[in-house]
């Protein structure tokens, strides 16, 4: 079964440091990676995937996240963070067959302190 | 476009009752996913469904839950006598793509919170 793990509950930074949140997968095959965010009683946002081709992969608002076949990882990554960026961060992942559904990760809190 | 609409946005129910919640997917799509989020336990997949198919229910509690999309109208996740623990909110994402294809990214509606007193 695929799962993913975002082992940290929080993650504080200041204002103009790099962010990274963390999240590992577990999956039969090649995966497909997702991160998503979400703000407080909203739905959840997409914000960029990795399917195949470069590791490196670019998103919404800055951000971009790194797949690393041999770690099983997929963190996500921003050079700068902005007080607008604190919000919970979920990471999921699906496995190249059967049906669409993603497995999430609890999600990681993000407090960027001004 | 409109996007993955839900509603309601909020329902309170007590114990007992019956809680109906509403999703239409965006336009174009034809397959339905319901997640339950529960404080610091993540999204928990439910159920996928496509037009009049329940494709995957292996999420769903095998008492009072049940979910359908018919041919016309939203997908409903219906709960039935509801407890505490149903307290959550449920989110519902839609996607155009079908089993077996390449993915692309599920899109989510605003969710449905749920409260039992």
């Known amino acids: 079964a695929q799962s993913v793990a975002q082992p940290e509950d929080q993650v504080n930074v200041a204002e103009g440091n790099p962010l990274t949140v963390k999240c590992t997968y577990s999956v039969s095959g090649n995966p497909y990676l997702f991160w998503y965010v979400q703000y407080p009683n909203r739905g959840l946002q997409f914000l960029l995937k990795y399917i195949t081709g470069d590791n490196l992969v670019k998103g919404s608002y800055g951000f971009e996240a790194e797949f690393n076949k041999s770690q099983t990882s997929f963190h996500l990554k921003k050079p700068s963070a902005l007080v607008s960026d604190s919000a919970l961060y979920f990471c999921a992942v699906r496995g190249p067959y059967g049906n669409n559904r993603l497995a999430f990760g609890k999600g990681n809190q993000v407090v960027v302190i001004p | ?117």
């Open chain 2, 1 to 117: 476009n409109a996007g993955v609409m839900q509603n309601p946005r909020h329902l309170v129910r007590r114990r007992g009752q019956e809680a109906r919640l509403r999703c239409s997917p965006m336009k174009g799509h034809s397959h339905v996913y319901w997640y339950r989020q529960l404080p610091e336990e993540g999204l928990k997949f439910m159920v996928y469904l496509q037009k009049e198919n329940i494709i995957d229910e292996s999420g769903m509690p095998k008492e009072r839950f049940s979910a359908e999309f018919p041919k016309e109208g939203p997908s409903i996740l219906r709960i039935q006598q509801v407890v505490r623990g149903d307290s959550a909110a449920y989110f519902c994402a839609s996607s155009p793509l079908g089993q077996g294809t390449n993915t692309g990214e599920l899109f989510f509606g605003e969710g449905s919170r749920l409260t039992v007193l």
